[in-house]
């Protein structure tokens, strides 16, 4: 995939489904839903995976909900799709939801916050504690109804054109970063900006931004941040996981009988567990063809940074409980979630990773 080819293909507005009507349209018995998207299209990973989902939507449902897929800019800039899907002019979106911090701050926590729940961690949260339901309440306030489909797992610590080795060298940097890993970074003395992923490269490239996070090797590859930035850091502190969001229109969720809820819901679970896959299979080849092929050279930060990072989040924590009650409610839950879940996986799962990565080593 060239990526000039798929970053002008997502700027061009308008250039697919010039026709498609603004409200679901009745077919052979059916509806047709119209989705718009964050991501550029046919990009690998969150692009294909968004693309998958809606084709997939159409297929379960055998043509009974027929899909119109709208990549970023398509129908839409990015980070018009919420205002696009609240107002009804389409029926949903597939984005990250803390793109929409300025609208509330407790939409961060159903993508990810700094210090957060990994993958693993946010789908029991939201499947099986308060999650969901509070993400209905979020949501159900701005005319909304969201579920998850999609996740990268932990990302990477972003691109940089020089090391980090204290806090000190984060000040004054310019940098994309969006969500309460964003604010973190900004309390720390970074410049930060949150850009769609149609408009990293070229900011990174003219000097406008001097670092970037993205997501992790298997998508970052194709967007070749590393004609700018040679430093790539490992898991960083602001997306440990969680997951992308279908968001839809309520009132127009509300009119769906409950089989066609059903097909949605099956459609959304099956590719949040398939992008989440996808990314594990991929990640560790193309770290390798970075660092291989171009000369990338993969850091990590170190104690000191990570304390850094550690003492900001938690001012960010206190600021974002500040903002309303439901912002407190989504935070208590979250945090006692991540304590409990956290805590088990640390001493199963996490003793377990590690002492089989250090037998493997000997052997």
Same mark, same amino acid.
């Given at each position: 995939?060239?990526?000039?080819?798929?970053?002008?293909?997502?700027?061009?507005?308008?250039?697919?489904?010039?026709?498609?009507?603004?409200? $679901?349209?009745?077919?052979?018995?059916?509806?047709?839903?119209?989705?718009?998207?964050?991501? !550029?299209?046919?990009?690998?990973?969150?692009?294909?995976?968004?693309?998958?989902?809606?084709?997939?939507?159409?297929?379960?449902?055998?043509?009974?909900?027929?899909?119109?897929?709208?990549?970023?800019?398509?129908?839409?800039?990015?980070?018009?799709?919420?205002?696009?899907?609240?107002?009804?002019?389409?029926?949903?979106?597939?984005?990250?939801?803390?793109?929409?911090?300025?609208?509330?701050? #407790?939409?961060?926590?159903?993508?990810?916050? !700094?210090?957060?729940?990994?993958? $693993?961690?946010?789908?029991? *949260? =939201?499947?099986?504690?308060?999650?969901?339901?509070?993400?209905?309440?979020?949501?159900?306030?701005?005319?909304?109804?969201?579920? $998850?489909?999609?996740?990268? #797992?932990?990302?990477?610590?972003?691109?940089?054109?020089? /090391?980090?080795?204290?806090?000190?060298?984060?000040?004054?940097?310019?940098?994309?970063? !969006?969500?309460?890993?964003?604010?973190?970074?900004?309390?720390?003395?970074?410049?930060? &900006?949150?850009?769609?992923?149609?408009?990293?490269?070229?900011?990174?490239?003219?000097?406008?931004?001097?670092?970037? /996070?993205?997501?992790? !090797?298997?998508?970052?590859?194709?967007?070749?941040?590393?004609?700018?930035?040679?430093?790539?850091?490992?898991?960083?502190?602001?997306?440990?996981?969680? #997951?992308?969001?279908?968001?839809?229109?309520?009132?127009?969720?509300?009119?769906?009988?409950? *089989?066609?809820?059903? =097909?949605?819901?099956?459609?959304?679970?099956?590719?949040?567990?398939?992008?989440?896959?996808?990314?594990?299979?991929?990640?560790?080849?193309?770290?390798?063809?970075?660092?291989?092929?171009?000369?990338?050279? &993969?850091?990590?930060?170190?104690?000191?940074?990570?304390?850094?990072?550690?003492?900001?989040?938690?001012? &960010?924590?206190?600021?974002?409980?500040?903002?309303?009650?439901?912002?407190? /409610?989504?935070?208590?839950?979250?945090?006692?979630?991540?304590?409990?879940?956290?805590?088990?996986?640390?001493?199963?799962?996490?003793?377990?990773?590690?002492?089989?990565?250090?037998?493997? /080593?000997?052997?």
């Amino acid at each position: 995939m060239d990526r000039r080819s798929f970053i002008k293909k997502a700027g061009v507005a308008g250039t697919v489904g010039a026709a498609s009507l603004a409200t $679901p349209a009745i077919a052979q018995g059916g509806k047709t839903m119209t989705i718009v998207s964050t991501w !550029p299209r046919d990009f690998p990973g969150l692009g294909t995976s968004a693309q998958r989902l809606a084709a997939r939507i159409t297929e379960l449902s055998e043509g009974r909900l027929t899909t119109e897929y709208f990549a970023a800019g398509e129908r839409v800039g990015a980070f018009d799709v919420f205002d696009e899907v609240a107002t009804g002019n389409s029926q949903a979106y597939i984005a990250a939801d803390y793109y929409w911090v300025g609208k509330h701050p #407790g939409f961060a926590y159903f993508t990810s916050v !700094p210090f957060g729940m990994t993958t $693993p961690e946010f789908n029991a *949260w =939201v499947k099986f504690k308060d999650g969901q339901a509070l993400w209905d309440k979020i949501s159900g306030e701005f005319g909304l109804k969201a579920l $998850p489909c999609g996740s990268t #797992g932990t990302q990477a610590g972003g691109w940089f054109n020089k /090391e980090i080795n204290s806090a000190d060298d984060l000040k004054g940097l310019k940098m994309r970063i !969006p969500g309460l890993g964003g604010q973190v970074m900004s309390k720390l003395g970074a410049s930060t &900006v949150s850009l769609p992923g149609g408009q990293i490269y070229e900011n990174l490239v003219s000097g406008a931004i001097e670092a970037t /996070e993205w997501v992790g !090797p298997y998508n970052d590859y194709f967007m070749k941040f590393y004609e700018a930035a040679k430093f790539y850091y490992t898991g960083g502190m602001h997306e440990p996981g969680g #997951g992308l969001a279908f968001g839809m229109n309520a009132s127009w969720w509300g009119g769906l009988s409950d *089989w066609e809820k059903a =097909v949605i819901e099956a459609a959304c679970m099956e590719e949040h567990a398939a992008s989440h896959e996808e990314a594990m299979a991929n990640n560790g080849g193309y770290l390798a063809r970075l660092v291989n092929d171009h000369g990338v050279q &993969v850091k990590a930060f170190n104690d000191d940074v990570w304390d850094a990072f550690g003492d900001a989040a938690a001012e &960010v924590f206190e600021e974002t409980r500040a903002h309303s009650p439901l912002a407190a /409610e989504i935070d208590d839950s979250f945090q006692a979630a991540l304590k409990e879940i956290g805590g088990f996986m640390a001493r199963f799962e996490g003793t377990f990773v590690n002492q089989r990565n250090r037998v493997l /080593e000997l052997i």
